[in-house]
């Protein structure tokens, strides 16, 4: 696991198809989220819930801050 | 809760694995896009304006002042060559209009906030601290823009808030 900043999001995000995961309960989420991030809160992190995601792109997760 | 995503993830079989330590807050903070119910569009940084005036320590009064008067703004930002705010050039300095440096005329660490800043929240502060405007800068000072009271109202209005 790699810890980035928000160039190398955006980088990532440009250059090799990133997937974005905010880990925050739904209802945060809702709230407000990165353009195209998708929700899997922290809880529900399961082998049934990562299957939307695709095995062979980068995934970044984030939450709110580093708090 | 994000390094602990981040294991979790590598532990189901995941390789490219990265974690935006410092998230939405973040994101949001340098003025970067937010979807969803309080979105951009509910935040300063999507109604400030870009054109305020902006000067160098080193510019003199007198001409800062002479802009000033063409385009209409009574207040000018100094900035440093990274465009972090360094002080502001208030009415006071251009009733006074002596020919010192900007540097000089400018009042020290102006007030800010972020672009992520909620406008409802932005607009109480302004009417409770009589401001009518406030710029809007990101978490290492570098100047976004200017957000008037008089926009943040009328943005405020348009979402129906």
């Known amino acids: 696991m790699h810890a980035i900043d ?5 980088r990532l995000l440009a250059e090799e198809q990133a997937q974005l995961v905010e880990v925050l309960p739904q209802a945060e989420y809702e709230d407000e989220h990165l353009p195209g991030a998708v929700n899997i809160p922290l809880k529900e992190l399961d082998r049934e819930r990562v299957q939307q995601l695709k095995r062979g792109r980068p995934v970044v997760v984030y939450c709110y801050d580093s708090q | 809760m994000s390094p602990r995503a981040a294991a979790r993830l590598e532990r189901l079989g995941f390789e490219q694995v990265y974690d935006y330590v410092a998230g939405k807050a973040d994101w949001g903070s340098f003025g970067l896009p937010l979807e969803g119910a309080e979105g951009s569009e509910t935040r300063a940084g999507a109604h400030v304006r870009t054109d305020a005036p902006n000067c160098r320590p080193e510019d003199r009064l007198p001409k800062i002042c002479e802009r000033l008067e063409e385009s209409g703004w009574d207040t000018c930002f100094v900035l440093d060559e990274r ?19 900007a540097e000089e005329a400018m009042t020290l660490g102006p007030s800010t906030i972020r672009p992520s800043a909620r406008l409802r ?39 129906g808030s």
Request: aromatic share 0%; no cysteine.
């Open chain 2, 121 to 159: 929240a932005v607009v109480e502060r302004m009417r409770r601290q009589k401001l009518t405007n406030l710029p809007v800068t990101t978490p290492d000072g570098r100047l976004v823009g200017l957000l008037t009271l008089r926009d943040a109202e009328e943005a405020l209005r348009r979402l």
């Open chain 2, 83 to 101: 465009g972090v705010v360094l002080g502001r050039i208030g009415r006071a300095a251009i009733r006074g209009r002596g020919d010192v440096s």
């Open chain 1, 6 to 10: 928000r160039h190398e999001v955006q």
